[in-house]
């Protein structure tokens, strides 16, 4: 035994030890980073620096048949020397991920696109401020003042239904007629924090915290099935006729799968709830020259344009909402906003968590 | 020749079970020790880093901070630790109880019956070792599911709005869990029943029992300390898988132990890793437990041994009418265990989008999934991935457990810790073993975290217990006279195992390679929390499908993967019949 000890001692010293040199080799502050570099011959470097990378790893929340592809394939026509390389996950799993990376100090991921996780990832230290031209497009209460991140599209959250399950005089036009009892056991939502956490955001956003409660009790009462996977999971899952009604769909996914011919259709509530979306670059990330030509596409007219014709709603204020989607902006079919920033999102998170699990985790 | 006598006729002589220490030298040899410091290396570090990230605060950085045992306290007091701790017993063990029920009834059908079609049994257990796990839950949960057809069928049949099965309950946990054992029981048993003495039963019929009664008091009575064994296998099995109360259990809130740990990695932000961390060191503790109380009862099996010496042979009852009703049976299990849920598949991997059964939804099949999954490079590097993951992590292993294998069974110096070392990583959920890997990886200081090569260190760790003891059976065959006389004639032990032991246990570690493979390919919690963008492989990337709403890529992606692995499968079962090796 006494020889075993001896010998593991020894292997897992060197284990640690070597540890120490793990501290990672941050970005040089120097005016040379492309991150923030913005001189006249800026695009000039980045075609370079990418050329010699080769390729750029995106990791992102839209979904990837719709979204992401499309985007991908794009720029890969647009800069053919550049690989890309995507990894689709819901945000919770995103953060998990990079914060791994980071504190393994091999960064993988050169660009985040996520929804929601703008202030985790800044507390963890994983990413650094960035400039691109194309960011003074963008209208300044969607950006952040420092760099951190920018955005890239919005999302318009609302209920959505099965057009065979729910006959036209019965479907619901408040959040108040979700309440009817006849919609019992048949209601599902996203049992995550871009789901049913966000909805009780919301709503404690728009009603103010008293009503919020007495509504959310209320809404408990329906048994509202909790599904732990991604929102669109949910529209699927109503879809595929299991449940009537969902809470808390991407506005634009029942849309599209409408289009393929799935009896399904969205709801919007007034108010309907507006989240904007965004990306963000990593203090090290393994090709930064690739990492900024992919950000300068994604918030590109051309990039934004790749979103339109997906079904996803640009960021960019040049690029329309394609006609489809006009049936679910709610300027244009008369209904409120309920904006929540990347910020207040974070800061009301504990509460509406601890709320969701008071009231409908059993 | 004894080894070989014993083994043809199915019995493991209890002489030549631990083989003699030959030659009885107490000199640790130099490759003793490298394959001690070797196992310490790979072995130790994840019990470390588990236990000491159980043990400290960590910062939003993701660095460790104070020691604390609030990890720990805050499990205890919480009120959900209870209802967590009811619902992974009674998974467990009504998963236990299902497979061993289907597995034991195909196993008495086929072996000791002459019922019509019993090889169909053999062939479905075979296809259905090579379905991924996700594919085949997720198989289920659409069949099964609200608006699946059993649902839309009992609906006709019996009126009424509401659906009557919900899948995402304890009951479908259970029943998933347990027809993805039940191939598994019916070929670990389907030997025993084969093997166990037919004049007790003769006995029996002569005193006048009829069919039942005989089955009860005799045969199952029999198998009873085997049929012991499996139900503790499986449920230890059930007791550290994740897909099923990941799948099925997370959405229906029926929390286990194995699913509490992903929810506080994923579901909150920032991961709880200090809390999954020690949620894991409690499972640990769980599962050492378990498989101590598995060993005292597997070394109890032998003690019912029926096959002797003198002359046996299995007799075929004769079921007379009932043939009918049994060939019914035999038709009927495989249908439910292997063609429902690839019928679902298929039928998923050719729609645009999921819907259930109908006329209607036969116009838009089509074959768009299996050409988006085909011409995408990341899907063919996944497949790639997998199958370098499996092959290298088969043959590191192979490698490993021929050698410790043959020392383990030898005797020799230090194999004693050897044997030790090689079996601890069984203690190890797969879940719980991948977070200890990512924590290693992540504080370990090497550049290795998300490459393939971190999958197959992985792979070894978990997969050495199995190599070990199918190296151990091989050497136990041969009888060590062979290599005394080696070492008459002059070699060491090194000659005498590169010469003598090995080229016999070439078939054995055929098996066992293939074995790992098998493992390797199909693992998804292991694999879950350490792989990378460059190192994807299929069986994770089906799981990530399910999760984004995937579903006709996933089953196009599963059918493809499916059919790639049976052909191991198939290979596999050839090797293990011809050298009649024991699987599992």
Redesign the interface.
Known sequence: ?K??AT??LL??GV????????VAAETAPSGDNPATYRGPDREQRLLEGARKEGQV?V?SSM???QALRPILNGFEAKYPFVKP?????????Q??KV????????M??DVLESTG?EV?VR???INQPFWSPQTEAYTTEHRDPEGYWAPTRFSYLGACYNTNLVKPGEVPKSFEELLDPKWK?KIAWS???IGAMLFITGVRNFMGEEKALAYLQKLAKQDI??????N??V??RV?????ALCLDSFLHHPII?AR????VAPLPLDPVLTVVSSVMLPKAPPHPYAAMLFIDYLLSKDGQAKLQSADYFPAHPGVAASPDLGKIVPEKIGLRQNFISPAKMNAD?PKSRALYQELF?? | MMGHAGRLDGAIIPAERGGKAYPATRRVSLAVVLLIALLCAAVIPPFVFLAYSSLHQLDPTGAFGALTFEHFSTIFRSRAFGSTLVNSVAYALGSALLALAIGAAQAWLAERTDAFLRQLLYVASIVSLGIPYVLYIVAWLLFLGKAGPLNALLLQLFGGTEPYINVYSLSGMIFIEGMLWSPLAFLLLSPVFRNSDASFEEAASICGAGLLSTLRHVTLRMARPALLALGLLVFIKASESFEVPALVGLPGSTIVLTSTIYQRLTLDMPPDIGSASAFGVLLLVIMAILLQIYNRVAAQTHRYQTVTGKGYRPRVIRLGRWRYAAGALIVAIPFIVVVVPLATILWAALLPFYEPLSVAAISKLGFGNFVQVLNSQSFRDSIANSLILGASAATVVTALAAIAGWCVARRVAGSRLLDLLATLPLVFPAIVLGLAFLELFVHGGTQIYGSLFSLVIVSVVAYIPYGLRYAQLGVIQIHPELEEAAAIAGAGHVGAFFRIALPLLVPAMISCWLFVFLLAVRAVSLMLLVVGPDSQVVAVALFDFWNNGQIGELAALGCVWTAIVTVFTVAFLIVARRYQLPIG
């Open positions: 035994m020889m075993a010998t593991f292997i897992f284990l640690m030890t070597s540890g120490a040199g793990q790893t990791y979904i990837a048949d390389q995507y990894v689709r996950d819901d945000p919770p799993q953060l998990q914060m791994a990376e980071a504190r393994a100090g091999r993988v991921v996780l985790p507390a963890a230290g056991g049992s995550t924090v099935a909790p599904i732990a996977s991604a669109r999971v529209v699927d879809m595929a006729g299991e449940y799968s393929k011919g799935a009896p998170l985790a059993k």
